[in-house]
């Protein structure tokens, strides 16, 4: 982010990373996480909420099994800073989570055209390779956006078509999948659904429970993300329907996302 505050850090929370990781939250202007010490009050740690998320279908770009416990569905701009950031940090939890399907990851598109005006072709991109080269190949292309991406509108579109090569996808297939524009729609309806479920930055995640949680699982993700709040003192962590999702709104750092995780996880079983 451009604003990077000062910030306490508390003993339970590594927080190293976070500010330039912070998400772009429209309604509340251009910000980034910052952390409070203080008591787990509920009232001060998050909003219970009802939340309008359009469920996970086989359209969606699963990685791992979904019918894990938690299923994470990340809203993402090919084109952020804080995406980018984080890519590695959800690649690192599918590494620790997914194989024993405690945990998978699904992207959805939500390119900020007002910011990354190049977003939304590179999420039309990713789309072609899913559809030239299937889901894993999807993956493989995205991760290497992010891996190659200066981030902020800095990738030469002239590098897709190269990108997609490098993951095994014939170039002159996805040229014409490209060209032919056809994959705006997939890319509209994502961001709707992403607007639709309250999301006003990337990324925002919504980790989606196949045991909603109880009071005292409840308690416990609060207590673990008390810290983390935007500048303007509101939660970046809500629980929404009936405990049923967990939404993230920000790139937190792994041990942020673990201890989520793990207090979710303790009652899945």
């Not at 505050?5 to 772009?24: C, D, L, Y």
């Not at 945990?103 to 007002?114: G, Q, S, W, Y």
């Not at 060209?179 to 659904?193: C, E, L, P």
Request: with cysteine; glycine share 8%; net charge negative.
């Amino acid at each position: 982010m451009d604003n990077q505050n000062k910030m306490s850090v508390p003993v339970a929370i590594i927080i190293a990373g976070i500010v330039i990781a912070g998400a772009i939250f429209f309604s509340r202007g251009t910000q980034s996480p910052t952390t409070k010490n203080g008591s787990a009050d509920n009232q001060s740690l998050v909003a219970i909420k009802t939340i309008d998320f359009t469920p996970v279908t086989d359209k969606d770009h699963i990685l791992g099994d979904p019918n894990a416990s938690i299923v994470v569905v990340t809203y993402t701009d090919l084109e952020c800073p804080a995406c980018k950031y984080f890519d590695p940090i959800l690649s690192q939890m599918m590494d620790e989570y997914g194989k024993s399907s405690q945990t998978a990851l699904v992207f959805r598109n939500f390119p900020i055209k007002e910011l990354h005006s190049k977003a939304p072709k590179e999420a039309e991109a990713a789309e072609c390779v899913a559809q030239l080269g299937g889901n894993q190949k999807y993956w493989d292309f995205v991760n290497k956006i992010y891996d190659v991406t200066p981030a902020n509108n800095g990738l030469d579109p002239a590098q897709l078509p190269i990108i997609a090569s490098g993951v095994g996808i014939d170039k002159t297939k996805f040229n014409t999948c490209l060209d032919s524009g056809k994959n705006a729609t997939i890319v509209s309806a994502d961001y709707n659904t992403g607007v639709q479920a309250g999301v006003q930055g990337t990324p925002t995640s919504f980790l989606v429970l196949k045991k909603p949680l109880s009071k005292d699982a409840t308690d416990r993700v609060l207590t673990a993300t008390s810290a983390f709040k935007d500048q303007s003192g509101q939660s970046l962590v809500i629980v929404g329907n009936n405990g049923s999702i967990v939404e993230i709104a920000a790139a937190f750092p792994y041990q942020g996302l673990k201890q989520i995780i793990d207090a979710i996880l303790a009652e899945q079983k």
